[in-house]
């Protein structure tokens, strides 16, 4: 019987970047943002630095790469993981209130960012003050009312999914909300791209989504009946998997003067 981990493991953003799907949608990113030699880069919410290098290298050394993360921990990995690149700097920061000039970027990166932070749309009319005009930013966010688990009882999967919407993820429908977002702010929401996550593999998808963590939690909280959870997480552990959600990718412009 595969064996699902009762925690969330500590390095899920390392390993999803490192997955087929986190490098094709990191890709598709990198390149929707248009990076040139010379351009000055803020990635907030860097985590422990995992798309920095490819900042750094798109930029060359007359750009600057700025990583901003909440989390001390992440910033101390994301300067260990930059030490080879002198135009990237990392620091510890509130989205809320970023202590960046205005008007002084010319790209800005979010990914899987504002799902989590106490107010999306304060961080994204930051992210518009701080652009250049002309500048891009883009977030990449999911909408978790998109996953989808394969299991012969759908009122299962919807309780599950219910509890992951209402209270595991704060803005837990961010991938739909961005482009208003983004033209609240005064930012000019370019082109939204969907990007779908598929797993076959229960252990893969369980390094994302936690299941045995989050299915104990749904049963505390109401959303699931204790003999309900467990047929669930075997039939998880027992069947062939198939489950998917979907990120959005928006790409946004600060109109020129």
Same mark, same amino acid.
């Given at each position: 019987?595969?064996?699902?981990?009762?925690?969330?493991?500590?390095?899920?953003?390392?390993?999803?970047?490192?997955?087929?799907?986190?490098?094709?949608?990191?890709?598709?990113?990198?390149?929707?943002?248009?990076?040139?030699?010379?351009?000055?880069?803020?990635?907030?919410?860097?985590?422990?630095?995992?798309?920095?290098?490819?900042?750094?290298?798109?930029?060359?050394?007359?750009?600057?790469?700025?990583?901003?993360?909440?989390?001390?921990? #992440?910033?101390?990995?994301?300067?260990?993981?930059?030490?080879?690149?002198?135009?990237?700097?990392?620091?510890?920061?509130?989205?809320?209130?970023?202590?960046?000039?205005?008007?002084?970027?010319?790209?800005?990166?979010?990914?899987?960012?504002?799902?989590?932070?106490?107010?999306?749309?304060?961080?994204?009319?930051?992210?518009?003050?701080?652009?250049?005009?002309?500048?891009?930013?883009?977030?990449?966010?999911?909408?978790?009312?998109?996953?989808?688990?394969?299991?012969?009882?759908?009122?299962?999967?919807?309780?599950?999914?219910?509890?992951?919407?209402?209270?595991?993820?704060?803005?837990?429908?961010?991938?739909?909300?961005?482009?208003?977002?983004?033209?609240?702010?005064?930012?000019?929401?370019?082109?939204?791209?969907?990007?779908?996550?598929?797993?076959?593999?229960?252990?893969? #998808?369980?390094?994302?989504?936690?299941?045995?963590?989050?299915?104990?939690?749904?049963?505390?909280?109401?959303?699931?009946?204790?003999?309900?959870?467990?047929?669930?997480?075997?039939?998880?552990?027992?069947?062939?998997?198939?489950?998917?959600?979907?990120?959005?990718?928006?790409?946004?412009?600060?109109?020129?003067?």
């Amino acid at each position: 019987m595969t064996t699902l981990e009762e925690n969330r493991p500590h390095d899920y953003l390392s390993r999803l970047a490192v997955s087929d799907f986190g490098q094709a949608y990191k890709r598709l990113a990198l390149d929707e943002m248009a990076l040139r030699p010379g351009h000055d880069v803020l990635d907030l919410g860097c985590g422990p630095g995992a798309d920095l290098p490819a900042f750094a290298e798109a930029v060359g050394h007359n750009g600057t790469v700025l990583g901003v993360d909440h989390d001390a921990d #992440a910033v101390r990995e994301a300067l260990r993981a930059t030490v080879r690149w002198p135009q990237v700097a990392v620091a510890e920061g509130d989205a809320h209130k970023l202590t960046v000039e205005n008007d002084s970027l010319d790209r800005v990166h979010t990914d899987r960012v504002l799902q989590h932070v106490e107010d999306p749309a304060r961080v994204v009319r930051e992210v518009c003050r701080v652009l250049k005009p002309g500048g891009i930013v883009g977030f990449a966010e999911p909408d978790w009312e998109t996953l989808v688990v394969d299991h012969p009882d759908n009122s299962t999967v919807a309780s599950y999914r219910a509890f992951i919407v209402d209270r595991v993820v704060r803005n837990s429908r961010i991938g739909r909300q961005l482009p208003a977002l983004c033209t609240t702010a005064g930012l000019l929401a370019s082109r939204v791209v969907p990007v779908t996550a598929v797993y076959t593999d229960v252990i893969e #998808a369980d390094q994302v989504f936690g299941f045995a963590r989050v299915t104990d939690r749904a049963v505390k909280a109401g959303y699931l009946k204790t003999k309900q959870a467990d047929a669930w997480l075997t039939h998880l552990r027992t069947q062939p998997f198939f489950a998917s959600a979907t990120l959005f990718l928006t790409v946004a412009e600060r109109p020129p003067r």
